[in-house]
């Protein structure tokens, strides 16, 4: 059986299709395969998307640190990568992962949006799953 087989014209060509800002970045939206809840939002350079789709766990840029960032370092936090897309504009990647441990957020939380506008003013809704110090010893 001749199966017809797509061969790339790069093996990073695949790259060039993101539309990349001035400093060489995209945001990168991380949702949870299993129930679609929006973890977190973060940032990754031609490095970090390249390893994560080698790697297949998520690795970030930290602007903050000015470095990569493989998600789950320092608190064993880990996103293992089910499926990547880009949206019709080419300028944000959506990251599906399976979250180890139920957190991704540094404040020990499920997601990163855990405050609701109530009234005119912030209110964290989600509980602390773990207490950021018994996660980053």
């Not at 991380?30 to 390893?51: D, F, P, V």
């Not at 949006?113 to 912030?122: C, D, K, Y």
């Amino acid at each position: 059986m001749n199966v017809p087989v797509k061969t790339p014209v790069s093996e990073t060509s695949w790259l060039e299709a993101v539309a990349w800002d001035a400093q060489g970045l995209v945001p990168v939206i991380t949702q949870e395969a299993a129930s679609g809840e929006i973890l977190m939002l973060a940032w990754m350079n031609r490095e970090a998307l390249s390893l994560t789709v080698a790697e297949g766990r998520a690795i970030y840029w930290s602007r903050s640190r000015n470095r990569l960032w493989r998600k789950g370092e320092a608190s064993g936090h880990v996103q293992w990568v089910k499926e990547i897309r880009l949206d019709c504009d080419n300028d944000v990647v959506l990251l599906k992962v399976e979250q180890i441990s139920g957190i991704a957020c540094h404040t020990g939380r499920k997601s990163c949006f855990f405050q609701r506008l109530e009234s005119g003013v912030w209110q964290a809704v989600d509980p602390v799953l773990k207490a950021p110090e018994d996660i980053y010893r």
